[in-house]
């Protein structure tokens, strides 16, 4: 089965026909992606621009609950990874490199890390952990094995704005940067090959809607600027609460009612949608917006407004010079998500649309853009 690249849309165009893009090829290379979360592992193995497998390996509050930490899973979830590759019959000498997800290291520039063992030696007590940590380990163990390499690339820590975006107006506060640094970055590279054009060239905006919502200003192949998608910036997501006001949330710190860890939840997990309807699914939220909702229809209405909100802010800081607005991750699989945001900022760029998070192919296209010589890795 060869690479499916998401289809494109062009908002622009009265028949949405999507734009195909073509993969670079050269010598035949395979190369292994793992990608660890909190409850699954995702793997693939890519000959090419052709996934000879994916596959996502669930695992149960049972088997988790036998670990008394993230790290503790190392030996058992690279078990399992082997034992599904002997079970396809991918010979481990076949393979060309090994690329993981990147962990919550400390902030770097974007773009392709050989997995060392400083980066080792963080990831493994870095806190808090998480399950993408061990993305980056179960890849150089068993690429040690195979005498090939093991990288990393775009992770979520990437930070490579300009300095006065890191400003806040408290001395002792400084921004910090958590984003979709992975699916940004590829979709963007996607869509310049599809115009045939270099990423390097591009001034795009470009939002993930996800659990998160990250809204980025590429500026020649750089994020200049974004907001954090974790804690407490940018728009109303599913599971975040967005920018908040500062007084107010000053406030419920210290009315006494709640707890730290309660606040914590607040923004991150029990927030956004979930907080203003009880739901975190758009689709079963946009259902019931459509057929007269009124509470789902406002609190989708606040999560579009929000991301354009946001989008308009990113267009400021490219000058107005905006090429192209890109928007992706599995919330942009609604069609009716896609419409509202639209509404509001097409007038700035044309807008294209590249549904789903593409994370196993995004980490093979930077394998096979290092191994084909388009880039080279760089030294955590």
Known sequence: MRIKFTPSINCQMQDCEPISFQGAQSNSFR??????????TKIAVYQDDEPIIEQTLAHSTE???????VVEQLEWRQQIILDNLAAENIAMDSLSAVIGRGGLLRPVKSGVYRVNQKMI???????PQHASNLSAIIAASIADKCQISAYIADPIVVDERA???????????????????????????????????CYENLNLVVAHMGGGISVAAHEKGVVVDVNNALDGEGPIAPERAGTLPAGALVDMCFSGEYTHQQINSMIVGKAGLVSLTGCNSVKE????AQAGDAEAE???EAMCYTTAKQIGAMATV????????LLTGGITNSKFIVEQVSGYCRYIAPIRVYPGENELMALAMNAMRVLRGQTQAQDY
């Open 318 to 325: 490219l000058k107005g010079n905006v090429d192209a607005i």
């Open 285 to 288: 939220l946009c259902d019931k």
């Open 121 to 127: 030696d963080e990831l493994h007590c870095c806190t």
């Open 163 to 197: 300095e006065v975006a890191k400003i806040c107006g408290i001395k002792q506060i400084r921004s910090r940067c958590i984003f979709h640094a992975l699916n940004q970055k590829a979709t963007a590279r996607i869509y310049a090959d599809e115009i045939g054009e």
């Open 31 to 40: 190369v292994l992606v793992i990608n660890t979360g909190s409850t699954s």
């Open 63 to 69: 088997e988790l609950s036998r670990f008394g930490n």
């Open 298 to 300: 406002m609190a989708i």
